[in-house]
Structures are given as structure tokens and as C-alpha cells.
């Protein structure tokens, strides 16, 4: 199969439609990273996001809908605080887990009696939902465990040759995955981290839980327990107190001729004794920007990506940690 990359336009909007309707896959952007979209509703288009992806079978995806859409058509119950989530961030990277009513392919939420549900701010994305007016099922448009793609160029050397038609929207803007939200009890529980961040949602309703895997307990949100948005180099992670340690350790692979970059924010950057430096830059929606792009940058130069923990780890920050140390996990 040949994959082109094309332009979003009457005439890809169209292709895209058809080959979504005959079951097919389309990666489009968002304003987090690229999705892999196909017909919540049709169990074998559903079933081959996992194929093309090598994803694993228990790793349930989140439905992408365009913001007139009646979610209600979806899933059994909305509690009012999800009410008012939705009211101050939707559209946007924020992606719900409610009960489902059954009407999707149950290979969306690998079984699981709930579902996750986004809908995206991204023009493009919408564009595209709107002209195909389904909830389309779609993870991110990598290779399963690998770094999300945020640009199409990304996309195009994951899945080059498993997919026909690559939508371009030039960079995805957020840089790091959705946050997910569990709807289903008295109060929201944060699942995974992202740009819309605890406290932004504390702000809108009061109280805000945060879901951490326990020892030996069954894992509410599968995703979480994979090693994940991995390069395809080795990778190290010091903490941001280590700093001196990451140095000696690059400074060990310049003497032995290990190809070794450090990865860090700008104030990093600035005082780290290092040549070779993959700068994630200043804010901390510029680092969560730039965290998968300049991850896979550097495994295509880098045969060792040694990554610095940016200082302040909370807000934005939680979803950048989230990342990069499933990113660097041996
Ligand atoms: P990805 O599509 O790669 O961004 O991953 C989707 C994320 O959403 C994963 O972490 C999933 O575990 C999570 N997710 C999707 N559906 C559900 C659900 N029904 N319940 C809990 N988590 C979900
Ligand atoms: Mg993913």
C-alpha cells in the first residue's frame, strides 16, 4: 500500500470519508499529536487500528467527535461536574471516560463497560470529524510504544506503507497526549496527565482525585502500565538535583565516542558543560511542545538520548514527567 501525505481539502476530506466508510484508517492531526482514526462503530476497522499499530489488545481507545455531536448518543450517564468540565475546556485536550452504552464496537474499550471520549480543538480535526459525522476510534498514529507523532513526517515513518492517507496539519501545537479523566465516580480522577492539568480542573469543580497504579491491584486505565513513547536509541533520565552526575556521563561517552546528546530544558541548557544539546526550550507548554519532536530528533542523530528532569514538576510539568520517564524506561 502506497501512504501519501495530502493536504486537508475538499478533495482529501472526501478520500479520507470513503476509505473510512469501507473500514479503513486515516491519521489526522490534532492539537495534541497525530491520531490514527477510524468508525468507532465498525468492530474489524476497529480491530485493524490495533494491527496497524501492533498495539496491544487490553489498551482501549479514546472516540474523537466533532463539538456538535451528541455525546449522549454514546454513553449512559454524564454526572454534572463532566457538565462543567466540558464547559470550560471542550473542545480541547481533555478527554473524558464515561459509562458507555454499548452502541460502539466493544474493541474500542478492549471490553471494558466505559468510554473515553475527546473532542479535539484542532480546525483540521474538526473539519475532518464534521465531513465524517461518526465517532471515530483513534490512538496516536504510532507505532505502538514508540514517541507520538506530532508532525505528518512523523506519522510517514511509523506507518509508511499500513495506511493510505496521512492528513497534514503541520505540527501538532500541545505536543503531549490528551489528558484523561475518569467520569464514572462522585468526583473526576485524573488517569493521565496532560496540558489541561489538576488543578485547572480543582479550579472548575472543587476536588480532583489522581489515579496511581497500586501493587497487585487491576489497572484502571490500561495504557498506564506500558513502557511507552520510547526512541529507538538508548535513553537515561537523571533528576533535575543530578544534573553534575548527567554531566559526567556525557562527558564519559565523548571520551569513549558514544554519540550522547542531553536532553533539558533551556535553563538546563544554559548552565550544562555539554556540545550536544537537544533544548526542549523555556515555558513549560514549550517543553511539552517540543518533548516528542525533539525525542525523535534525537534518536535519528543520538545513539544515546541522556534526558535532565526539568525543576518544577507539577502543573504541565506532571505530563511532561509522565512521558519521559515511560520514555526512558529500560
Ligand atoms: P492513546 O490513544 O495512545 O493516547 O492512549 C489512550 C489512553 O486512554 C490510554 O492511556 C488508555 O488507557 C486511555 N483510555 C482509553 N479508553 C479508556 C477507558 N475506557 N477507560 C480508561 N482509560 C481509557
Ligand atoms: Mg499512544
Do not use: W
Not at 3 to 15: A, G, K, Y
Not at 159 to 188: M, N, Q
Not at 225 to 230: A, G, L, M, P
Amino acid at each position: 500500500m502506497q501512504t501519501r501525505i495530502l493536504q486537508i481539502n475538499e478533495d482529501s476530506l472526501n478520500e479520507s470519508r470513503k476509505i473510512i466508510m469501507n473500514g479503513g484508517a486515516v491519521a489526522f492531526p490534532t492539537e495534541t499529536v497525530y491520531g490514527l482514526g477510524a468508525n468507532a462503530y465498525d468492530n474489524t476497522a476497529v480491530e485493524n487500528i490495533f494491527k496497524i499499530k501492533g498495539r496491544p489488545c487490553d489498551n482501549p481507545l479514546i472516540v474523537h467527535v466533532h463539538n456538535e455531536y451528541d455525546i449522549l448518543s454514546l454513553v449512559s450517564y454524564v454526572p454534572e461536574y463532566a457538565k462543567l468540565l466540558a464547559k470550560a475546556y471542550l473542545p480541547g485536550p481533555l478527554t473524558m471516560v464515561y459509562k458507555s452504552n454499548g452502541k460502539v464496537s466493544p474493541a474500542v474499550s478492549c471490553g471494558l463497560d466505559t468510554l473515553a471520549i475527546r473532542v479535539p480543538s484542532h480546525k483540521e480535526a474538526q473539519k475532518f470529524l464534521k465531513y465524517i459525522d461518526l465517532p471515530i476510534a483513534a490512538p496516536s498514529a504510532n507505532v505502538s510504544k514508540h514517541v507520538s507523532p506530532v508532525t505528518a513526517e512523523h506519522v510517514f515513518s511509523d506507518l509508511d506503507g499500513r495506511i493510505e492517507i496521512i492528513l497534514d496539519g503541520g505540527k501538532c501545537e500541545g505536543g503531549i497526549e490528551s489528558t484523561v479523566v475518569d467520569c464514572t465516580s462522585d468526583i473526576p480522577l485524573i488517569l493521565r496527565s496532560g496540558l489541561i492539568t489538576r488543578e485547572m480542573i480543582a479550579r472548575v469543580v472543587g476536588d480532583c482525585g489522581e489515579y496511581s497504579v497500586k501493587e497487585g491491584e487491576k489497572v484502571r486505565s490500561p495504557g498506564m502500565k506500558y513502557k511507552h513513547y520510547s526512541p529507538l536509541c538508548r535513553t537515561m533520565l537523571f533528576d533535575y538535583n543530578e544534573k553534575k552526575r548527567a554531566e559526567e556521563k556525557y562527558a564519559e561517552c565523548i571520551l569513549e565516542g558514544v554519540n550522547a546528546y542531553i536532553l533539558c530544558d533551556d535553563a538546563t541548557a544554559k548552565s550544562i558543560k555539554a556540545e550536544k544539546v537537544l533544548n526542549l526550550g523555556k515555558t513549560e507548554t514549550e517543553i511539552a511542545s517540543n518533548l516528542y519532536f525533539k525525542l525523535r530528533e534525537g534518536e535519528n542523530i543520538a545513539e544515546l538520548i541522556i534526558a535532565i528532569a526539568p525543576e518544577k514538576q507539577d502543573g504541565v510539568m506532571a505530563g511532561v514527567m509522565n512521558r519521559l520517564t515511560k520514555a526512558c524506561k529500560n
